[in-house]
């Protein structure tokens, strides 16, 4: 067990039963499913470690022979961020991860992110939780996440699927300091977030901080079998 000195954690909270795109971690792109992609990126990065985790033994049997470090999640756990703090307690022991470990919450939606813009996410400047949205404006529909920033660029304001005028894009990748994440585990899904289905206005409606990391542009993310088509082509 792990008791001292900073540590960078990325974890791949994944699950087969996506209701928009059903086995999307081993969904294979080019020889290589998701998961492998993304677990290939976060490697690049500075993190001191990399896990997947799942309830699903399809991808726990993935891992163990690709060598992917693995730990097995609850079934119930309805969302990434629950997934990912259960992970970190089943990996290191909840006495054994200190305060300020920080910890990136990396999912197979977003194999193609600059693991640069990660390493930004190691350093989190007195944040209590980072995400990455994209310098655009926004101009595409409302199936698309999109945030409001203030002009300064230091604080998310809010996060919607409708269109708002000069909202930007979101890419759903998270950092939290240790204390943080469990502190947010523990409140119960606000009305706004559960109308939106995005968990991040809970977070905003407590009181927390969300800083943006400006990306010059989104990755193309991972939602639907047409999607996994145009990165079968993008990465040829």
């Not at 990325?10 to 971690?25: Q, T």
């Not at 492998?36 to 990065?45: C, L």
């Not at 698309?144 to 230091?154: G, Y």
Request: proline content about 6%.
């Amino acid at each position: 067990m792990i008791t001292m000195g900073r540590k960078n954690v990325i974890v791949i909270p994944a699950r087969m039963d996506s209701v928009r795109l059903p086995g999307k971690p081993l969904a294979d792109v080019n020889g290589k499913p998701l998961l492998r992609w993304t677990y290939d990126a976060a490697k690049k990065t500075k993190a001191d470690y990399v896990i997947a985790a799942s309830p699903d033994e399809e991808i726990e049997a993935y891992c163990a022979v690709e060598s992917i470090p693995f730990q097995f999640t609850d079934e119930a756990i309805s969302n990434g961020t629950l997934r990912c703090k259960q992970a970190m307690e089943r990996a290191f022991g909840s006495e054994g991860i200190q305060p300020f470990w920080r910890i990136v919450n990396w999912q197979v939606d977003e194999p193609l992110v600059d693991p640069t813009y990660i390493d930004r996410m190691f350093d989190p400047c007195g944040a209590q939780i980072q995400t990455l949205v994209s310098a655009n404006v926004e101009t595409q529909g409302p199936s698309s996440v999109k945030v409001l920033v203030n002009d300064k660029w230091t604080s998310c304001h809010w996060f919607t699927r409708q269109h708002i005028p000069g909202a930007v894009y979101h890419c759903g990748v998270y950092s939290f300091d240790w204390i943080t994440l469990m502190e947010i585990c523990q409140f119960p899904s606000t009305t706004k977030s559960k109308l939106e289905s995005l968990e991040q206005l809970t977070w905003l409606e407590n009181g927390y901080d969300i800083v943006p990391i400006k990306m010059h542009t989104l990755p193309f993310s991972i939602n639907i079998q047409e999607d996994l088509e145009v990165l079968r082509m993008l990465t040829k």
